[in-house]
């Protein structure tokens, strides 16, 4: 997945009213027109059921929220890789802390999406978690400490623990971006996100829940190549 | 749901890859073709990523193949209810077999459903787990033996238990449809059924994997109205 | 089962600090000396890995919290049923609130439980699935509103959703035992859920937590042969 | 933890008819018997319901199958740590093969265990799930390629296997105990697993369901030290 270029951004829409189909496809396009106006990576990543629809109207990469980790076969609900891939998406979300999955499963995840040139970002809950998705390989790794998310107070209240979830990262696994998350409402937000050595953000309800979404966005793209 | 006019063929796209996007919209469209030429209602449940393609495409019901019992909010990778009804979906089978679900939730599943107007066939394995779904009050309970699955074999090899089910159906709530699954591949296994008792068929690799689909739903739906 | 007489109290001990190992014993001691006293039916629930030591030292049931419904063989952490009858326990609680079952799951439970001689008191939390559980025809069926649960607030504050849920038990399966538990903490709440129609309690931190958990269970055990 | 000195035996009873109650006593006293002739290391893991037992009949350290994360309080059915402990237990399988736990909840677990100064040997089902598991510091990691698990071929047939993942968990922490399973029936694949590197194997079925459990035993403790 090499036209992904750090740094990201990384919007997930979840299953909030706001961001459902039509209403996801507007968040959409305006993250498409931001990301062209500022020129840098904004991902979306919009319920399933919408993927297609978001991802026939931007240019900007769509990642699903999550996949299953089983191939093609006798499975019922399940999201498939392949069909999540046919439908537009380039990438998932995997281990996001509402759908927090088997370590086995997570690798077996990982290891399918590589073999079909499809983007991995797992989240994680703390340094030793954030080491062990390191160990795991896939393209990055979003630490989020679960009581910010949701909450409007950044991750970037805890820089000592940002810095040293990247350190360890780096340690295990050097090729696997870091990411943090959590609580992510403000431009400065992301800025110093980058600047505690981050190589982008996941964020939710301070984009989708936002008054005014194109405004916030601006701010953080401008703020992530700053 | 009262558009929905029993007897049914219901049928299960799963994760088989002759299934998938634009190969599940050509499944969709004979669907739609044999049921408008027999004038009978057949119903496809396609992935949750191509529910909206197909549900734009074609005039027969859609259904999902799951979805989960939240309501709109904070979740990630969950199928949400509002989505999928806006992506066209007008009902979803409930605790497939291959997606069994905590009896808790499929009695939320089926309540927030019923408020939403969308119609649920939950899923069962034997008699007592048959009656337990009709104490729940869906649309329709399908009743699938899990050895029979995927078979070959059609549940109507089981005459006994196909009518104990639908009896025992009956006896706790006479408005649940009964339904019966399971190796149904042939328009004969159709009318064995109806001549049970049964409102419909649930199948899946009988349509998806024939290699005349087009041929075997003919027969199928010939024969459910005969 | 049937040297379990109604009315019962079934004393969960959950895992709560208070009821652990030896503490577990006092108040399994306390229980079996309250229920010769009275000459009432008592039940106690400690973890599954204090069963057998409370099973050596009182003449009153001990039931599991929980077994799960594989049958012996290559499996790894799970409660096998037939260990837990060796170590003493003569049934167990299915589908607690706390720990949530697949429907085809409960089934299976009850089934195997069934054919081992061992008494099932399957939990629910609301009139429709009371229905559905007793449709699986375990022993007994204790339904517990969840927002109850733990709160000192008795289920019987709320009669009519009681004598409901009595009353559709009755309709489905009449040999199912109607139980109802969630904040019953004192004698009265106990004789009201017996004039209600239930024909026993399930309850935890009302005796477990509680200072004079004796005392406390003195009356209850009175309130439920008056 | 620093009373248990590696090399290691761990013999996993699962949920074996031949491992259940007094069977598994006996196997247990078998095992302290053997570690007491041969001054080796070996640890039991029976069923939850059966620790208390076994430890108090033993001096040989017991384990359990699992051990849940949560802590004492209102849950109901789940392993607590302080009643495991309580019971006589020294430490615990995590995440095994039959047991899959989810990343974030092995991290809990250990994290738990630790402040209990309770051994934790996580299970792991290839290199790059190994290294995941060291980067979560637990005492020990025993990596089983689940093909293989109660097979009869020994995990030793893979001796590159072997001897990678050793490598791999020593680069993420060295502190980890690399230990292998799957197979193991022989002392000639303890005494191989030895030679690659691994400070102990875990077996199951190669003791559990032998014939001659004290012979096979016997062989493995002298291989394991030879």
Do not use: W
């Given at each position: 997945?090499?036209?992904?270029?750090?740094?990201?951004?990384?919007?997930?829409?979840?299953?909030?009213?706001?961001?459902?189909?039509?209403?996801?496809?507007?968040?959409?396009?305006?993250?498409?027109?931001?990301?062209?106006?500022?020129?840098?990576?904004?991902?979306?990543?919009?319920?399933?059921?919408?993927?297609?629809?978001?991802?026939?109207?931007?240019?900007?990469?769509?990642?699903?929220?999550?996949?299953?980790?089983?191939?093609?076969?006798?499975?019922?609900?399940?999201?498939?890789?392949?069909?999540?891939?046919?439908?537009?998406?380039?990438?998932?979300?995997?281990?996001?802390?509402?759908?927090?999955?088997?370590?086995?499963?997570?690798?077996?995840?990982?290891?399918?999406a590589?073999?079909?040139?499809?983007?991995?970002?797992?989240?994680?809950?703390?340094?030793?978690?954030?080491?062990?998705?390191?160990?795991?390989?896939?393209?990055?790794?979003?630490?989020?400490?679960?009581?910010l998310?949701?909450s409007?107070?950044?991750?970037?209240?805890?820089?000592?623990?940002?810095?040293?979830?990247?350190?360890?990262?780096?340690?295990?696994?050097?090729?696997?971006?870091?990411?943090?998350?959590?609580?992510?409402?403000?431009?400065?937000?992301?800025?110093?996100?980058?600047?505690?050595?981050?190589?982008?953000?996941?964020?939710?309800?301070?984009?989708?829940?936002?008054k005014?979404?194109?405004?916030v966005?601006?701010?953080?793209?401008?703020?992530?190549?700053?």
């Open positions: 997945m090499n036209k992904l270029i750090p740094p990201f951004i990384i919007l997930n829409f979840k299953n909030y009213p706001q961001s459902i189909g039509n209403k996801g496809l507007k968040l959409a396009k305006i993250a498409n027109e931001v990301a062209k106006d500022t020129n840098t990576t904004i991902i979306v990543c919009p319920q399933t059921v919408d993927i297609r629809l978001i991802a026939e109207s931007v240019d900007i990469p769509v990642f699903a929220q999550h996949v299953d980790f089983n191939e093609a076969g006798s499975f019922t609900g399940n999201n498939l890789l392949e069909a999540i891939i046919e439908a537009g998406a380039v990438g998932t979300l995997v281990n996001h802390s509402e759908h927090r999955l088997k370590l086995s499963d997570i690798e077996r995840i990982i290891d399918r590589k073999n079909n040139n499809f983007y991995t970002v797992v989240c994680s809950n703390n340094i030793k978690t954030s080491k062990a998705v390191a160990a795991l390989e896939p393209d990055a790794c979003a630490m989020e400490p679960p009581e998310i949701g409007g107070i950044s991750v970037t209240t805890k820089p000592d623990l940002v810095k040293r979830t990247i350190a360890e990262i780096m340690t295990v696994n050097p090729k696997v971006l870091p990411l943090v998350g959590a609580g992510v409402s403000h431009g400065e937000d992301v800025a110093e996100a980058i600047k505690l050595g981050a190589k982008g953000v996941l964020l939710a309800s301070g984009f989708v829940k936002s005014e979404p194109k405004k966005l601006q701010e953080m793209a401008e703020a992530l190549i700053k």
